[in-house]
């Protein structure tokens, strides 16, 4: 699971909007949506968001570390290609890139 389904989950779970978390934390609720949405997350805040949502600084931690563990023993043992791919780019290179799968899917959906 990644930090941002987690930090959602955790967070709908303490019945928390995004507004009400991103002030326990100090960010703005854009930033929330960002996080939850997979961008990267500053270690500063890490313990920032642990401390609101009252679980241990380790929760978002040791997570990756069993992914990052897990990954590496999988392609050790049958050498597949299981890998992912994280690409930092501006907001509205998202926003276009969305706006023109969404006409891709429709355009698809029409001619079926």
Same mark, same amino acid.
């Given at each position: 699971?990644?930090?941002?389904?987690?930090? $959602? %989950?955790?967070?709908? $779970?303490?019945?928390?909007?995004?507004?009400? %978390? #991103?002030?326990?934390?100090?960010?703005?609720? #854009?930033?929330?949506? &960002? @996080?939850?949405?997979?961008?990267?997350?500053?270690?500063?805040?890490?313990? $920032?968001?642990?401390?609101?949502? +009252?679980?241990? =600084?380790?929760?978002? @931690? +040791?997570?990756?570390?069993?992914?990052? +563990?897990?990954?590496?023993? !999988? =392609?050790?043992?049958? !050498?597949?290609?299981?890998?992912?791919?994280?690409?930092?780019?501006? !907001?509205?290179?998202? +926003?276009?890139? !969305?706006?023109?799968?969404? =006409?891709?899917? &429709?355009?698809? &959906?029409?001619? %079926?």
């Amino acid at each position: 699971m990644t930090t941002g389904i987690k930090l $959602k %989950l955790l967070r709908e $779970k303490r019945k928390l909007s995004q507004e009400e %978390l #991103a002030y326990k934390v100090g960010v703005v609720q #854009a930033t929330i949506g &960002n @996080w939850e949405r997979g961008k990267s997350i500053k270690m500063e805040y890490i313990q $920032k968001l642990a401390d609101a949502l +009252d679980i241990p =600084f380790s929760y978002f @931690w +040791d997570e990756k570390e069993k992914i990052a +563990d897990q990954l590496s023993k !999988n =392609f050790a043992v049958n !050498n597949e290609t299981n890998f992912e791919i994280t690409i930092k780019a501006p !907001n509205n290179l998202y +926003d276009e890139l !969305n706006k023109k799968m969404d =006409f891709i899917i &429709n355009r698809f &959906n029409s001619i %079926l």
